[in-house]
């Protein structure tokens, strides 16, 4: 459970400037936060310190690819007007917030980080014994905290990393949580919601507290949340009364599990830059058509009139994602029975991927002659999420006792 009510929730979630993205990232995670924008507050920002930190050695392509991921974003949907959109080393915060979680962070919980050992042991040819990337997901844990926010898009791999962040405010909170006057702050915003709810309050937070009873939590909860007059800093104040603890100053965030869209490469495996099997957004029609025509079959169907079987064909992969289910029972039959050639097969995959991508495509050339307004749009995001770290820094140093007011 996220700590904040749900019409606080905030998204955010980052990206590596990668350059330019191919159908795996549209499919995997930006049709994703174009849904997510009109939901919710979102946040999205090109991580660029954590470029660095696998990329220090040669850190020329990460500003070039900064500007080419966020021209993919904007082409696919994401709307400045609705998500912020930033680069994360020009919001310096995050790298404050990293220092002062640091200082409460045992080396353990970094350590055990699965990622950790992981990506050593798969990127050999860099040195990643380095402070920096053994650091990498608390600076991860900063990025998210620094905004409070509620629900993090994150890949099955990004788990872990949302979980530490999860520890880490708990910690936060612990330590830091225990303003002074606290049950007194706590008692007068208990009195802003009425007798009756207040009354209501109490009770279930005595019987939350004395018996355990997890539905009374959830009550009191619930009657917290449909408070209109009561402030975010009152309510976070609340929630740490009701459960016994201090002041939740910094929330615990959620995993939110991309819905697994996984987009196969030209070849059946993941689709990835390193695999070299992409198509990518802005790939020329030409230059998609020569993709899909060159991929693989079954290597069944040798000649023309050889059965086949679509299990075994990573075109079928593509029709299950592009194509009506009249077209994907046409290439069932047409190929298991021979009726059909593989030329014949994928041209309808060539056409809905064309489809899907030339809307994009247009919006991405105007974006590409027109950097001015691409910059602008992201000083303009810097702006704005600079000023929710600024908020958020400023109470985590009063919590720890560095605000020198
Ligand atoms: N580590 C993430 C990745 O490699 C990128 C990232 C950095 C991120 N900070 C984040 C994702 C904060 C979500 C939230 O994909
Ligand atoms: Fe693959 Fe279609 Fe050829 Fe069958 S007919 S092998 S599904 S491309």
Known sequence: MSNLPTQHQRVLSGMRPTGRLHLGHYHGVLKNWVNLQHEYECFFFAADWHALTTHYEDPSM???????????WLAAGISPGAAKIFIQSKVPEHAELHTLLSMITPLGWLER????????????????????????????????LI????????????????????????????????????EQKAEQAVAKMGKKNARMFM?????????????????????????????????????????????????EPKAMLTPA??????????????????????DSPDEVTRKIRT???????????????????????????????ETQEWAQVGCRSAGIGCVDCKQPVIDAVLAELKPIQLRAREYE??????KAIVANGNEAARDEARDTLEEVRKAMGIAYL
Request: glycine share 8%; proline share 5%; hydrophobic share 35%.
């Open 203 to 251: 009770d279930c937070r005595k019987k939350f507290q004395e018996e355990g009873v997890q539905n009374a939590l959830d009550m009191a909860k619930a009657l917290l949340d449909s408070q209109q007059n009561i402030s975010i800093g009152d309510k976070e104040r609340l929630y740490g009364y009701l459960e016994g603890s201090g002041k939740i100053i910094l929330p």
């Open 261 to 282: 869209s996984k987009m196969p490469g030209l070849d059946g495996q993941k689709m990835s830059k390193s695999y070299g099997n992409t198509i990518a957004l802005r």
């Open 295 to 325: 991929m693989p079959t079954d290597p069944a169907r040798v000649r023309r009139n050889d059965p086949g079987d679509p299990a075994k064909c990573p075109v079928w992969q593509f029709h299950r994602i592009y194509s009506s289910l």
């Open 113 to 144: 980080v699965p990622t950790y050992k992981d990506q050593q042991e798969k990127l050999k040819e860099m040195d990643l014994a380095t402070y920096g990337f053994l650091g990498y997901p608390l600076l991860q844990s900063a990025d998210i």
């Open 62 to 72: 990460i500003e070039s690819s900064t500007w080419e991921m966020v021209i993919d």
């Open 369 to 374: 002659e027109d950097l001015s307004t691409v």
């Open 147 to 182: 905004y409070k926010a509620g629900l993090v898009p994150v890949g099955e791999d990004q788990v872990a990393h949302v979980e530490l962040t999860r520890e880490v405010a708990r910690r936060f909170n612990h330590l830091y949580g225990r303003e002074i006057g606290f």
